[in-house]
């Protein structure tokens, strides 16, 4: 009697465990800016990564039925603070790290969890990036424990940059960034990449300033108009960006803006206020109105349960990519362990949400993609911000061709 009690209570232990495994989550620590100059951009990531969240437990999980679970840490955009972020989500439980908004944050939490692994083999932890794009980060920087989603910042400037050598109307340019190891790659690679396709195209100003500090970009915006500049080239987000554009707006500053992220919180917006239809270009993996049914159907149906009263739609067609190649790395290892996920994620082929084909370069951990040269202006089907303006594609440059060499020294653990 004794013997089937103690058998029977096995069982139901032993399906207790079971029951519990089956709903047990993996957790994504989400460390980006929350509060301060860039909270508008982390907090909108954040919903990103709550809806990608959603939409994947709804499917049925991962690892036949565990969920997966996104835990915000504020970091304020400072590299220090983001360790201690990072710190607290390890000490709670969490083996995987993704964050964003900015380079030297991004460089920090890589050198970080590197030097955390070598120290606890057998708790490794990973880091996803999906958008810091000093391109250090997957050169003499990189990290087998890193991967990027993003395009670096050299890739998406040789975009814009050739683009911009058939423009015979730009003669004058002012490049104009922030003042932190991505502002200094953008300002190195325009310089370079202008000089070697448009030798005859004047530099009339480069400057940075300090990284999310300046409310009034009235004095730079003086100076960019003083300079007689036709064309801006700015790498600018968050802050930086919508209130570059705000104040180029008030001063009526006729220009062309090529950037990286005008897309942002507060930048379309900006961009109607200025008037300049379709003058306005940005580099990027996707827009809404790039033609693609089942991308238009989920952008659609975020903005409806996270755009909010400004109806800020869907930016990150990469942070898309980013967890479901996860969702789908977890599979194919059987496993959550961070080390064997890393292994099926490095050199990962995936067709994204646009039916094309993303890949993972093992000898960098760089994901390529396509990238977009869109404007912003009238006459689109998708608008932003409820400006009734929205971004058109002006151009495309295929995956493959926006593969450049590395010098990253990748050391695969044992």
């Given at each position: ?21 089956a709903?047990?989550?993996?957790k994504?620590?989400y ?178 300033h ?12 003086a ?81 409806k349960?996270?755009g ?32 064997k ?74």
């Amino acid at each position: 009697m004794n013997q089937w009690i103690a058998r029977t209570g096995l069982i139901a232990s032993a399906a207790l465990l079971a029951a519990g495994s089956a709903m047990a989550q993996i957790k994504i620590a989400y460390v980006d800016p929350l509060s301060g100059g860039g909270a508008t951009v982390g907090e909108h990531g954040l919903k990103h990564m709550q809806f990608l969240v959603e939409t994947i437990n709804a499917k049925g999980g991962v690892l036949g039925g565990q969920k997966l679970e996104v835990v915000p840490y504020d970091n304020k955009v400072s590299p220090q603070e983001s360790l201690v972020q990072v710190q607290k989500a390890i000490d709670a439980g969490v083996r995987y790290i993704t964050q964003g908004n900015g380079s030297s944050v991004a460089i920090a939490i890589s050198e970080f969890v590197a030097k955390y692994n070598e120290r606890n083999p057998g708790k490794e932890v990973l880091y996803f990036n999906y958008a810091a794009v000093d391109p250090s980060l997957t050169n003499d920087k990189c990290s087998y424990w890193h991967f990027r989603w993003d395009a670096n910042s050299d890739i998406k400037m040789a975009a814009l940059t050739s683009f911009m050598k058939d423009k015979q109307a730009i003669k004058k340019v002012y490049i104009i960034g922030q003042d932190y190891s991505f502002g200094h790659s953008v300002r190195a690679a325009a310089n370079a990449m202008l000089k070697q396709k448009r030798p005859d195209i004047q530099i009339v100003g480069d400057e940075l300033h300090p990284l999310l500090k300046i409310t009034d970009f009235a004095p730079y915006v003086a100076k960019i108009k003083a300079s007689g500049a036709d064309t801006v080239i700015t790498g600018n987000w968050g802050n930086d960006m919508s209130l570059l554009l705000k104040a180029a707006a008030d001063a009526g500053l006729q220009v062309n803006w090529y950037t990286y992220y005008a897309g942002g919180a507060g930048g379309p917006t900006a961009i109607k206020q200025t008037g300049l239809d379709h003058r306005v270009y940005q580099v990027s993996e996707w827009h809404t109105n790039v033609p693609a049914p089942a991308m238009e159907a989920f952008a659609d149906a975020f903005v409806k349960k996270y755009g909010g009263a400004n109806q800020q739609g869907w930016w990150y067609l990469r942070l898309k990519n980013e967890l479901e190649m996860f969702a789908d790395a977890l599979n194919k290892a059987k496993s959550a362990e961070p080390k064997k996920v890393a292994a099926v994620l490095a050199d990962m082929k995936y067709k994204n949400a646009l039916g094309a084909e993303v890949f993972m370069r093992p000898s960098d951990h760089s994901l390529f993609q396509d990238m977009y040269i869109s404007s912003f202006g009238s006459g689109t089907k998708h608008d932003e911000e409820k400006t009734g303006w929205g971004w058109k594609t002006e151009g495309v440059v295929k995956a493959a061709d926006t593969v450049i060499p590395t010098t990253c020294k990748m050391v695969v653990p044992n």
